[in-house]
Nanobody, 111 residues
Framework: QVHLVESGGGLVQAGESLRLSCVAS????????MGWYRQAPGKQRELVAT???????NYADSVKGRFTISRDNPTSTVYLQMISLKPEDTAVYYC?????WGQGTQVTVSS
């Protein structure tokens, strides 16, 4: 059974940074691409960033240059380093692998 646990969210001021983590279990982590998504109140869930099994990355235009996705296969962990946070980054952030979702971690950015 695949299980994903996100952590690292919190309340920060605009311009500050956060690093989110997602630990996966029940799956051969290194085989699969991982993704970070977010959902703001009243909005649809949107893709933030992905990282392939070999480390290829892609980002939503809104976070390019500010967010960095990375992975550590030995610990089955994917990270999202977020800098220069903006109020519009406020959302619940979820990780995804092969259609499985974690419970999410709240990120709130105050102006």
């Amino acid at each position: 059974q695949v299980h994903l646990v996100e952590s690292g969210g919190g309340l920060v001021q605009a311009g500050e940074s956060l690093r989110l983590s997602c630990v996966a279990s029940g799956i051969t982590f290194s085989f699969y691409a991982m993704g970070w998504y977010r959902q703001a109140p009243g909005k649809q869930r949107e893709l933030v960033a992905t990282i392939g099994s070999r480390g290829t990355t892609n980002y939503a235009d809104s976070v390019k240059g500010r967010f960095t996705i990375s992975r550590d296969n030995p610990t089955s962990t994917v990270y999202l380093q977020m800098i220069s946070l903006k109020p519009e980054d406020t959302a619940v952030y979820y990780c995804n692998i092969m259609g499985h979702w974690g419970q999410g971690t709240q990120v709130t950015v105050s102006s």
